[in-house]
């Protein structure tokens, strides 16, 4: 069997082969069309965005009864699919993911952008006259080196909607900064821990420092999935908490046991309610001018120490157990928040 031969092709070659019947979209080992509205809307607005999308696979083969040559879409007919589907104007690209153009079907879209649409390449992979047999062969190997989806990628390709945009655009605007502050690796980023940290964190602005396992998550990801009222509220807040704690740490962060998630957590989650206020908080708000920030910083600092020291004293023993193990425990989480509060932030009141 011969390497697939790497080529590109664009929509408007899609639509012609289909026209013309030389595409098929379902052969009998590929899966049916099972996209749901979001799902296709999300590509559409990838396309509009000139943004890359994986590989198609295709198996080029000839018709002797036609006479003329046929493309099997063996990966990537969802895709496919949902592409003609929008041309044809079945659905509208969705506002939650793209402001520009959203409400817009195919034909309501701006001629130079019709144009663009059209002129979209996708990298495809023709496998030449190769049999069913080795379709199957081909994918069971590939499948072979698929790394295991963690949480938060089942949750990318579950959700589309209004929750998970805010969730993923927050993440990639501080890219830098969980960079810049070790909070992050680009290794930890390339599986979306920047996302799944994100969803953590917005989840505590909206309902409290809680619990924040898979099931938890997937909960606010369906109930904010078609509309996310206060999306704009955490845009800003977010945006302020993040903020305020480049203020306080400056260059230190990425030195300090706080850039660690558990207590990053706490941090964000501290200087939040501190702030803005989380649900139900009645503790006093703090508008964190320079001076303040310069006290906090001092504080926790201090603390910094006492978390990294081996045998802290006694008064400091449950914080910081607290700091090691069952760290994402919500009563762990309350018990550092409570101690952030008692020994940092009631110093600056």
């Excluded at 006259?129 to 069971?140: N, P, Q």
């Excluded at 904010?224 to 908490?241: H, L, V």
């Amino acid at each position: 069997m011969e390497q697939p031969v790497a080529t590109s092709y664009t929509i408007s070659d899609f639509l012609e082969w289909d026209a013309s019947r030389q595409l098929v979209l379902t052969p009998k080992f590929q899966r049916r069309d099972v996209w749901i509205p979001k799902a296709k809307s999300y590509l559409i607005d990838t396309i509009l965005r000139s943004m890359p999308i994986p590989p198609l696979f295709i198996r080029l083969m000839i018709d002797p009864v036609q006479k003329r040559a046929v493309r099997e879409v063996v990966d990537g007919q969802q895709r496919l699919r949902a592409v003609l589907n929008y041309i044809h104007g079945e659905f509208p690209v969705l506002k939650v993911h793209n402001i520009d153009f959203g409400g817009m079907y195919y034909n309501d879209l701006p001629e130079e952008v019709q144009r663009s649409f059209l002129g979209y390449k996708f990298m495809v992979n023709v496998l030449q006259d190769v049999s069913d047999a080795e379709v199957l062969s081909i994918f069971a190997r590939m499948n072979t080196y698929a790394v295991k989806l963690v949480a938060q990628e089942l949750r990318n390709a579950q959700f589309f909607g209004a929750f998970k945009q805010t969730v993923y655009n927050l993440a990639r605007q501080h890219y830098a900064f969980w960079r810049n502050n070790r909070v992050l690796t680009d290794s930890n980023i390339s599986r979306m821990a920047d996302a799944e940290l994100v969803s953590e964190l917005v989840v505590s602005m909206l309902a409290g420092i809680r619990q924040t396992k898979t099931k938890d998550l997937k909960k606010f990801y369906e109930d904010y999935d078609d509309d996310f009222p206060q999306a704009s509220k955490i845009n800003r807040e977010f945006e302020g908490t993040i903020e305020i704690i480049g203020n306080i740490f400056g260059d230190t962060l990425s030195k300090s046991p706080f850039r660690r998630i558990p207590l990053f957590y706490t941090v964000f989650c501290a200087i939040y309610d501190a702030r803005f206020g989380l649900p139900a908080s009645t503790r006093p708000r703090l508008s964190f001018d320079a001076q303040q920030c310069e006290l906090v910083a001092t504080e926790l600092q201090r603390l910094g120490a006492i978390i990294e020291s081996k045998e802290p004293e006694r008064e400091y023993a449950e914080f910081v157990n607290a700091t090691r193990f069952s760290t994402a425990d919500p009563s762990k989480r309350r018990l550092r928040h409570e101690f952030i509060w008692e020994q940092v932030l009631m110093k600056v009141v």
